[in-house]
């Protein structure tokens, strides 16, 4: 960080039930499903926060980028310290659990499928385990792109993905190159749940129910023990009014608000240090835009990546929906060889600043090699 820089914390609690969707049009007799929040989300209602707290009028700020300046061009005229915003990174959101930052899970840990398990097993947490490069690919493989290797695990469990979180101390045992503990992960159940609710149109001249115009919503409800959070950095004097006292922040769709509370300190994440002669690893915390599975220059020797997120949202300054994006999803993790360095995924930019393409470092080792770590 720069001189004068500060980095913060940010704890949010909702109020309510959220509302996260993407930019297609809402209309009568539709349904808006949330899903989860997305970086570019968070950073525009950290941003629009901000720009409250510094008496920026926001029609007037969307004017001046209507006419074709960057958002850093458009704030230059409300002051130093308003101006300061277009330089506030953000990084997340993450979910918590009694306030523990969770990270989603990786893609290439498997949960045991419940027909393979024993009666012991059956009586205690699934099993987990991890899929690592097999050193010589087995006849017709055939891969991505050339020389690049299979995930496997020795063993008769078949398994399957899951949509678990990963405790910190979990992330940190997989980032060593090892497998969590079943009660280092956090089943997204225990996380949230979603509630479906009906609605009916308001005829806004009469101020009764429009006939015939009834729709249907989706939200996002977190357990009383859950949360969200993300990290801030940038000038000191630009942040300092998230400081003062909890804050209501809107937050997604429909105006929902959440509580937001600000600590001067940064996430605790697990600082992974190389270990001689194993490879190298990126874990996405976010989603992350590299248009393709990978990121741009880069040659790994194996990937675990989920599928596409297809990422858009509406731009308000402007007035206009932004273009639809298909991201990587958060938990893709990529391999290296041990004297490649890790690449920066954030794709810079607009990217960087909003949170997209967070990842984290970590070992991993063969999966035929008979130091390699098994469950």
Known sequence: ????????????????SLFFRDARPFEPASRGVSGLPLPQTLAGAVRSLLLERHGVAFRGLGERMKKGGSF??????????????????????????????LTPMPANLRRAKREDKTEEQDRDEPCVFRLDPLKS????WRPETPGMLPLWRYGREDGEAALDFLKPSGLRRFLEGGVPEPCELVPAKDVYEFEDRTGIGIDPEKNTAAEGVIYGIRMLVLKSEAGLCAELSGPAATLAPLMAEPLLMKFGGESRQVIVRAER?????????????????????????????????????AAAVSGHQAVSGWDLAKGRPKPNRFMVPAGAVYFFQPDTPVPDVSGGGEDASVGCGCLLEGNWNYADDKNAPVS
């Open 137 to 140: 690919p087995p006849p017709g």
């Open 72 to 101: 850093a061009e458009a704030l230059a005229g409300f002051g130093s310290e308003a101006a300061g915003i277009a330089s506030v990174r953000i990084r997340g959101p993450w979910f918590t659990l009694n306030g523990e930052a």
């Open 265 to 301: 300190r940064g996430l605790d994440w697990p600082n992974v240090l190389r270990v001689s002669g194993k490879g190298r690893l990126a874990l996405l915390t976010t989603p992350a835009w590299f248009n393709g599975w990978k990121p741009p220059g880069t040659e790994p020797v």
């Open 1 to 16: 960080m720069a001189d004068g820089d500060a980095r913060l914390r940010l704890a949010i609690e909702p109020v309510d």
